[in-house]
């Protein structure tokens, strides 16, 4: 990826630091009222670069989930989430996920990076829209 595009997204966290993540219940809702509903995965597949300064929203089965503890304060969280279409998502997120598990349903808020992928159990490769989280939450339990 072009170093000018990862700026952009580096610019956009900057200048919105207090969301990412979003702790408080005011910086969340403050996250969800910025998504640009009209941005959707086929889109940030066909080209990321224009929505690298955007929040987006999406939901879908948590595949995977990982958590770090950093120090006394600070987690480092990743999701592999898969959407009703087959989409993958891999969120990383500064916050702990509370009681998400493998097979719950959420949302994530955040902003794209760019493609990602990683090898599957299957031994193919699987693709996947980059998101730097700024909120996850459960919509439903396995």
């Known amino acids: ?8 997204s580096y610019d956009f966290v900057v200048k919105n630091y207090k969301l990412f993540p979003a702790k408080t219940t005011e910086d969340i809702g403050a996250a969800k009222k910025m998504v640009d509903a009209s941005i959707s995965s086929k889109l940030i597949n066909k080209n990321a670069a224009p929505y690298l300064d955007k929040m987006v929203s ?3 089965v948590v ?62 490769y699987t693709n996947a829209i980059f998101v730097l989280g700024s909120h996850i939450e459960k919509i439903q339990s396995a």
Do not use: R
């Open 1 to 8: 990826m072009d170093c000018k595009w990862i700026k952009k």
């Open 58 to 60: 999406f939901s879908g």
């Open 63 to 124: 595949i995977s989930i990982e958590e770090t503890q950093l120090d006394a304060d600070n987690t480092l969280a990743i999701a592999h989430v898969l959407d009703e279409d087959e989409q993958s998502y891999q969120v990383m997120i500064y916050k702990s996920t509370g009681d998400i598990l493998e097979d719950d349903s959420v949302q994530f808020w955040g902003v794209p990076i760019g493609a990602s992928g990683f090898e599957n159990v299957s031994g193919g």
